[in-house]
Structure formats: C-alpha cells, structure tokens
C-alpha cells in the first residue's frame, strides 16, 4: 500500500507540472491514454473526467491508477489540466481508478468513481469533493458510497453516473455485468436516500450508464454487448440508449446511439455546449492503443425533430470549434429567427439550432424551406442588444425538388431605422454541400438580414446560417 500511494503522489506532481498542448482532432488527447469520460459543463468551460490507461503495450488486464481533468472552451481544442484525484485519494481503497463521473452542488463538486475497495473484483463507488472543477477533491464520505454489502447492490459496483433534477432531487445509478441499480441521493450527495432499486426497461444493459435530461425527457445511454444490433462480438459493446419520463423508470428502450468503438469497452457521456450537443467516448484509435490503452474522442450528437438521438457518426477530425458568443463564436444560436415564409412543414428554428450538416440533401434533422414562395426571401436574426458581427456562412437546403440552391444572396443589418446592405462584404456564394462564407468589416447591429434570390421556377432552403461575433 505504501509503494502505490507513493507511486500515486508522484502522479499527481507529475500530472500538475505537466501542460499537454491543445488537440484538435480525435482522438483528443494522444500523450497518454484515457478512459471512461464523463463530460461536465460549467460556464464557458466543457470538462472531461478520466481515467487514465497505463496498461503496457500488449497488456491484458487495466492498469488504472488516476483519473484527470481535460477541459475546453470549444469543445474542438482539449487541454489535458492533469491527475485531479488518484486511489490514494480514497485512503480505504488502493486500486482500480475506473470510471467516474462529476456532478455540482452548492457550490461544490461531488467526483464519483468506481474504485476497488477490498481486493479483485471488489469494486465499490467512491465519493470525493472539491470547491471547483479541477479540485482539489478529496475523500467526502471516508467510506464507501455503495458496496457489496449494500443491500440490492450490483454484482459488480461500477460506473456511477450522478443528475440533479429541476426540485434539486439527485439520482445515483450504476452497475457492470447486466446488474444496473438505481439510488436517490441525499442533498448532502454522500448518503443514499431510500433503496436501491434495479430499473425497469434498459434492454440489454452491461455496464457504463449515463443519465441526463433534455426538453423534459430523461435520456439514459448505457453501453450493452448483445448481438442484435449492437455489436458483431459480444467481445465488444455499443451504447443504447432508453428514455423516461420519470429519473426513476420506467426506462422505454430506444435504439443504439453509439456503434461499436475500436477497444472493447464502450463509454460514453452527454453534454450541451454553446447550444450544441456533443457525445463523448472512447476508443483505441491513439497510436499504440488497445483495448487497455484507450483514448477519449468527442463527435457530434444530433436528435430528431421527436426527440429520439441519431446515431452517433464516428470522425477522426472532431466536431469543429464552437467558441460560443465570445470572439469568433456563432451568436445565431442565441438570436430570435424571424423569416419572409417558412412552409407549414418545415422548421424556421432549425437554421440556427447549432448544427452541422453532412450535406445540402441531409433531412435527418429539421430544414428550412419556403415553398412554394419564389422570388426574393429572407431569414433575419434578432437579437435583445447589439452585437458586433463581421462573418456569416450559410448551408443551403437542396431537396431536388421545389426546393433549389438560390440563384444569389447578400447580408443585410438594421441601422436603426432601416435595413442596408453590409458594406464591404464579400460575395455571397451558393455552393452546395459546405457552409458558404460572407465576412465583411465589423457591423454593430440588432438585426441581420439574408436575403435570398431563388431561381427561376423554384424556392430556397437553409439548414444552417450562421452568424459569428467579431
Ligand atoms: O475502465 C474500466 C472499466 O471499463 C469501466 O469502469 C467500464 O465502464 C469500462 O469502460
């Protein structure tokens, strides 16, 4: 026990010195390998929670001795803040950093994990806190949360996952091997309230739950290893995902959200993030990776009109960089749309609800279509005080139908007392299949404008316009 808390000390110097450059691409961090990501947004910051993999080149087994903190302000650019909590951390365990998760309350912030208590395959779940994101943490209970000798606990107590609901009401679920419990938190965040109970409808669930909510629906993903849509080897695992309309369940199976990822293992996490949502992961895409050297990725997560979850697409280049409403962010996700017409079928909000589009035919998520109206039409943004502006780009909707790529565009803002054209700005292209940009020099507006000239015989269609800060 001395050598590792010793070993674990070194790490934590080690993991506080060390700076790793910024990474924009997946996987997001390639100088060492990480695990299990929990994504936690606080401000104008995404966190990740880590493992880290130190398994040797060839390993059979986890070697997991920490876990880190990675962080941006983008979600495209990730900088490794170093070892925010070890084994030693928790002075009743001594190995197995497996996965954690992060979760804020009054102030503090409450880190979850699995960590082995009593020798193998004793894994318990941990609790330690800290009075911000990157700590420092240290043990909050001196014990563990849930153990084998918690009534109804799982066969094997894994992979906490933490959500506060709207009434401050917090939810504890976890589990590995098929054996899913459920808890509620006391509002100290360290004790169980009530018991512990197994869900209801999480289909083919094994292990890696997380539990979050959007638009008054309760997601949970979970990663399962069945062969029925999962996975091609039960050696492998894909992450499911069911919704409820209660934290508690009953759960309605949903579908698969994430496919099967290069390591064995499957973990993943959900977050919102200047308006658009993201997935996190991992997988053993790094250079010498495995299955016990591992690397966190972070993709796109998109939902349908009816709230299911598209799958994820797995990318090498990840998401792009979404600096929100600060310099160079897209300022339209916050803006009010307003438009000349939107046909009764089509969705206005969905040219600035933050997406991305695979391409100028992609329907997987609400367009912007104004047939059967020809002629000139426009898209305006408001918004409630001026903001200094001087780029726009614009993905066009082109359904092969009614619906064309325009024959010309050009940007307008509000002077006050009237719309003008954006002086200075460049031209206004009409490529399908990429974000056509306009920039001009800066405009300090409430309103901007993009008027639309279609071609002859046919009407115009967004799926995305973007307006950024300048
Ligand atoms: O990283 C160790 C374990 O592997 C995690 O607790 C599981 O979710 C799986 O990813």
């Known amino acids: 026990m001395r050598a590792t808390l010793l070993g674990a000390a070194i790490a934590l110097v080690a993991g506080v010195a060390v700076a790793t450059p910024a990474h924009a691409a997946n996987p997001i961090i390639t100088s060492i390998y990480t695990a299990d990501p929990a994504p936690l947004v606080v401000g104008d910051t995404m966190y990740i929670y880590a493992g880290r993999d130190e398994a040797a080149s060839g ?24 070892v925010k909590a070890n084994t030693g951390t928790f002075r009743w365990a001594g190995a197995d950093a497996w996965a954690s998760e992060v979760e804020p309350r009054g102030g503090k912030y409450y ?100 539990l979050f909510k959007r638009n008054g629906l309760y997601y949970m993903i979970y990663a399962a290893n069945d062969t029925n849509g999962c996975v091609t080897s039960s050696s492998y695992a894909c992450q499911r995902y069911a919704t409820a309309t209660n934290p508690m369940g009953p759960w309605t199976h949903r579908g698969v959200v994430l496919g099967q990822v290069s390591s064995t293992t499957n973990h993943a996490g959900v977050a919102q993030f200047n308006g658009q949502w993201y997935m996190v992961y991992h997988n053993a895409n790094a250079p010498g990776g495995g299955n016990f050297r591992r690397s966190v990725a972070v993709d796109l997560l998109r939902f349908n009109a009816d709230g299911t979850m598209q799958r994820v697409t797995q990318t090498t280049a990840g998401p792009p960089p979404n600096p929100g409403t600060g310099t160079g962010g897209n300022i339209a996700v916050g803006a009010t749309a307003a438009t000349s017409y939107v046909s009764p079928w089509e969705t206005l909000s969905a040219v600035n609800d933050g997406g991305t589009p695979a391409s100028s035919a992609d329907r997987s998520s609400p367009v912007y279509g104004n047939w059967p109206e020809q002629g000139t039409q426009w898209l305006e943004y ?44 460049s031209s206004c292209s009409t490529a399908a299949n990429t974000f056509n940009t306009v920039t001009f020099p800066t405009v300090s507006t409430t309103r901007l404008r993009l008027d639309i ?10 799926l995305e316009w973007q307006a950024f800060a300048a």
């Open 382 to 425: 408001t918004w409630p005080s001026a903001r200094s502006v001087n780029r726009t780009a614009v993905y066009w909707f082109d359904d092969d139908q009614g619906i064309d790529l325009p024959a010309s565009c050009r940007v307008q803002y509000w002077t006050g007392s009237a719309y003008a054209d954006v002086p200075g700005q």
């Open 59 to 82: 390993g059979s087994n986890f070697l997991m001795r920490e876990w880190r903190v990675l962080s941006s302000t983008d979600a495209a650019n990730w900088t490794d803040r170093g």
């Open 111 to 210: 880190w979850y994990t699995s960590v082995n208590g009593n020798g193998a395959g004793w894994m318990d779940i941990g609790v330690a806190v800290g009075d911000s994101p990157l700590g420092p943490f240290t043990d909050a209970k001196g014990g563990p949360l849930v153990s084998d000798s918690t009534p109804n606990s799982s066969g094997l107590n894994i992979d906490p996952t933490v959500f506060t609901d709207d009434d401050g009401q917090a939810y504890l679920y976890w589990g590995g091997y098929w054996g899913v419990r459920a808890a509620k938190l006391k509002p100290n965040m360290i004790e169980l309230d009530g018991p512990v109970v197994t869900p209801q409808g999480l289909a083919n669930y094994w292990e890696a739950p997380f």
């Open 453 to 462: 000239t279609a071609r002859a015989d046919h009407s115009t269609g967004v």
